[in-house]
């Protein structure tokens, strides 16, 4: 399949003899069947990356260099219980403050936040607990782009229900032993 781009509507060149009888029109194209190929291979891309993001069962956000969120895939929204569109329709500082006002010890959690922006290179592991009484483990580490740091990966596996999980399975082992 061949596509092609003509310049024909946008720069049309007519000739016309002095009595205004049309002589001919020049138009230009451009064969885009490349970037077309390769515009739908990053499309199957970041489809499949998508899925993959909503597949997985931590939560995960995604930052780039100035801290603004750039991807939080469907679990970290449940887990969160961060309302649809709430991102898109808040600034940072209020998804944050929606974000850390349900931890028991939310500026403990902005400690490391901040000491993450000054070494923006170290990776992070810690548990954070909830008001409700959630833990969730939080691991974070840079988002590189051709070896320079892009922005931060943030993921949080909610560590009861992990435990919950591997006792079902070792006891539905167990029975069938």
């Not at 500082?93 to 993450?116: G, H, I, K, M, W």
């Amino acid at each position: 399949e061949i596509y092609t781009l003509s310049l024909h509507d946008a720069l049309p060149i007519s000739f016309r003899s002095e009595d205004g009888t049309f002589n001919g029109q020049i138009a230009t194209s451009l064969d885009i069947t490349e970037r077309r190929m390769m515009e739908d291979e990053l499309n199957k891309a970041l489809s499949l990356l998508n899925a993959t993001l909503d597949a997985t069962g931590d939560g995960i956000m995604a930052v780039d260099a100035e801290g603004n969120f750039s991807a939080i895939n469907q679990r970290f929204m449940e887990m969160w219980g961060v309302p649809p569109d709430f991102v898109e329709h808040h600034t940072r500082e209020e998804s944050l403050a929606f974000l850390v006002n349900q931890l028991v010890d939310p500026e403990a959690s902005l400690q490391v936040v901040r000491e993450l922006v000054g070494h923006p290179d170290a990776e992070s592991r810690d548990d954070i607990v909830f008001l409700d009484g959630k833990v969730f483990e939080r691991f974070s580490c840079p988002q590189l782009i051709d070896g320079q740091i892009a922005g931060r990966v943030w993921t949080y596996d909610d560590v009861p229900q992990r435990k919950r999980n591997e006792r079902q399975i070792r006891a539905s082992l167990a029975e069938k032993e």
